[in-house]
């Protein structure tokens, strides 16, 4: 079998695609094999940034060993509106993961009998229309939301003549999900979400011409799946994990970093940096439930003052630009209503001759435990970083703990490059 993932001219399509060096036959190594997924991926994708197509490029070498882990994180296409590429990359990556089966709202039973069956790659498209409907596929988001971890399962009984069988039907496969807006919070916290973003005037993709994709894709699935046949670990010490990952994005994240360990050459360092650009801030205001909004806007609130009437507080939450306090239904947030919020935290008003207090002290425990320290949260940029900030190659010079040359992401650009030099945006 002969692999040719690059019969078109490199050059054509930017300087990230031309600097890979793509093996011309059936690679023979997990490094090599990535490097073509990967210039498989950029040819026919746009992605806003590098780290994108590392992430998704060990994402799907993953399906060939997920259950070898104890969790494996959804990856989601997700776009702001219409025509952004997101069905696009569902078609890339189809021919190149384990078993993919795509399907549009297939009923829970569906779902969970297919899954424990035939343990596909789940590619479930237009997912928004689901998350539009409330109530009604709460049982396939609850599969979605646990169905990432090993040895998870869905109790049924099922008849056998004039009895009943209790079966336990698995639910761990790799999933992708497609779809337009956001995703619910339970999805997206287990999810390393790709956001595409329309292709403009000046950037080079190659159409995507289905039949065509597939014959350049599946061989690079093939040789995936005989290279990986020897896998038997993807587990990684705690130190090999960055830190600016949470508990959550830690699990994800490590059998991807895993397999990138083993490929060796650039890529540990190339997926340390993706990581920690697509999973360390996931602290989203638009994501976040309104007592944490709260809780931040509150620290604001009291600045360097030891305490505030409820009064005072309110005047001040009310002053915070972009606020959600000034219109709360119609009106602004109460003393009550302001109460009722804290109440989940523990945290209630004391009462003396001024009437009700809120002291600074009465915040610490909840700000410690809920937000992000106030040094993390000033060093967030004001605004959104420039779309493909920085060439990949160079989160490669950034040395990272745990015996790993990994990467930081710069404050300024969100890209990453060498610590201490100047950021070239």
Known sequence: MTLTVQPWDAADLGDDVADLDVPSTDPDTLADALVALEAHLRRYIFFGSPHDAVAVALWCAGTFVYALAETFPLLAFMSPVRRSGKTRGMDTIEPVVSRPWRVIRPSESVLFRKIDRDKPTLMLDEVDTIWSEKNEHEGLRSIL?????????????????????????????????????????????????????????????????????????????????????????????????????????????????????????????????????????????????????????????????????TAQLIERLLQIELAPWGDMFGKSITGRKLSRLLRPFGIKPHRDRVGSVYAASMF?????????????????????????????????????????????VCPSCRGSHPVGTTCPS
């Not at 080079?204 to 038997?232: C, Q």
């Not at 320290?373 to 160079?394: K, M, Q």
């Open 145 to 309: 939301n646990a169905g990432n971890r090993r040895g998870t399962t869905v109790a049924r009984t099922v008849s056998k003549g004039k009895d009943f069988d209790l079966v336990d039907f698995e639910v761990y496969c790799p999933k992708v999900l497609a779809g337009i807006g956001t995703l619910p919070e339970t999805v997206r916290d287990r999810a390393i979400v790709i956001g595409m973003v329309r292709k403009g005037a000046g950037d080079k993709i190659e159409r995507l011409r289905t039949r065509e994709a597939h014959a350049l894709g599946r061989p690079i699935g093939d040789a995936l799946a005989r290279i990986l046949t020897d896998v038997t670990d993807l587990t990684l010490h705690p130190s090999e994990l960055p830190n600016e990952l949470d508990d959550r994005a830690q699990d994800g994240w490590e059998p991807l970093l895993a397999l990138a360990k083993l490929a060796g050459g650039d890529w540990p360092s190339r997926s340390w940096a993706a990581s920690v650009a697509l999973s360390s801030d996931r602290d989203d205001p638009d994501d976040e439930s309104l007592g944490i909004v709260l809780l931040r806007d509150i620290r604001t609130a009291l600045a360097d003052d030891a305490r505030l009437t």
């Open 364 to 408: 610490m425990d909840a700000w410690s435990r809920y937000l992000p320290p106030e040094s993390a949260t000033s060093a967030t940029p004001a605004t959104a970083p420039p779309i493909r900030s920085l060439p990949v190659a160079d989160a490669a010079d950034v040395a990272a703990p745990g015996g790993w040359k990994g990467a930081r």
